[in-house]
Each structure stands twice: as C-alpha cells, then as structure tokens.
C-alpha cells in the first residue's frame, strides 16, 4: 500500500481512536460500529492490531457500561489519581504537570493551523491530539485531489513536526500506563492498538 493509501486509513484511524479516549457510552459505541469500522480500517495497514479491535468489540458488549466508565475514569479523569494521565505535559514536561508549556505550545500549534479547540480539555489531551491528526491528514489528501503541491507538502510538514515534537514521545508510556493499571481488557487492547499505529505512523510520515 503506497503512503498516500496508507494516509486515507489514518484519517479514520486517528478519529476512531480518539473516539475511543472519550466517555465510554455502550449503546452510542456499539450502534456507531466503533470497533468493528476500527477493525476493518486497521486489516489493510496493521492486521495483528485488527484483531484487538475485534477483541475490543467482544469486551464492549461483554462488559456493563458502568464498569467500562469506572475503569475509564481511574485511568484518565480521577478525581483522586490519574493512573493514566491522558495530557501530554505530564509526560514531556519535568514537573510532569497538567497545562504546562508543552500545552501552550500545542495551542499555539492548533491556533497557527487556523484550528480552534474545545476549552473543556487541556489542548494536549490523547483524543484532541489523535483528532489533530486525522485533520493534518485529511488536509493532505484533500490537497492532493486538488493537484495543489504547495499544500499538499504544507500539510506533509506540519504532520512530521506535530507527531515528532508534541504526541510520539509520549505515546509508548502512555500506553504502558494503560495496560498496567486497566481494569477491562478493552483499554488494554485499545493501548495496544494506539501503540502500534503511532509506530506505523512514524514510518508513513517519515516518507512524506
């Protein structure tokens, strides 16, 4: 699969993923194939994480919403302890603080894009991040279509400096953190599969 394919996949892929970081809501994630269209997505550029999509899918149907939103909370929101804080300043920052410098410069990343953000989260949490992504992405392939070179390696640019500065680096013990401290199979598969798309994308915007 040549990259520009492989970009169209991470279009979905990222947004998908992000999806997944939100607030579980059972009925709205099943109903929305959530897992299944991941799983369907991931077979063309990572077949083995396909599989702990389907997986994810099994665990969502198999387990109550309630200890899906327990376990999500304990890992990202708290209110006691974060046991994977989902803010990439905790991670790229000595203090290993929320809205630290790193935050600020990610905003100001955003901002410069032409991208406004949400101010319920801080502009560094995992879903906004993955979401800017498919967005960088989808800005490639639609420049691409319209035969506008300068945009298409603007856009190239722009994905290799956000995913090296501000969201690789903190991916791998972000996802280690998951899988050590997740009570329900579904956020270990789910760290299983943003570990190994964050690996295949560092070899697809590498190429750019």
């Not at 109903?31 to 396909?50: F, G, K, Q, R």
């Not at 899906?68 to 994977?84: C, R, T, Y």
């Not at 990439?88 to 905003?107: D, F, I, N, P």
Request: include cysteine; glycine fraction near 2%; charged fraction near 25%.
């Amino acid at each position: 699969m040549i990259v520009d394919e492989q970009k169209r996949v991470l279009i979905e892929c990222n947004r998908l993923l992000a999806a997944c970081f939100c607030e579980p809501e059972k009925v709205l994630f099943i109903e929305e194939n959530l897992c299944p269209n991941l799983a369907t997505l991931l077979t063309s550029i990572d077949s083995e994480s396909s599989k702990f999509a389907e997986a994810m899918q099994q665990e969502l149907l198999e387990t109550s919403e309630v200890d899906l939103k327990v376990d999500h909370a304990a890992l990202f929101i708290g209110p006691f302890q974060l046991n994977a804080p989902p803010y990439g300043s905790v991670y790229l920052e000595k203090e290993g603080q929320v809205m630290g410098v790193s935050t600020l410069r990610v905003a100001q990343f955003y901002e410069e894009t032409g991208i406004q953000v949400s101010e319920k989260e801080p502009a560094d949490h995992i879903a906004i991040e993955l979401e800017f992504m498919s967005y960088l992405f989808r800005c490639e392939v639609d420049a691409i279509h319209q035969e506008k070179k300068e945009d298409q390696q603007k856009f190239q640019d722009l994905q290799r400096v956000f995913f090296k500065d501000f969201l690789n680096p903190w991916i791998p013990i972000f996802c280690q953190k998951i899988e050590k401290h997740a009570n329900s199979q579904f956020y270990r598969n789910l760290a299983f599969i943003l570990n190994r798309v964050a690996k295949k994308t560092e070899g697809i915007v590498s190429l750019s």
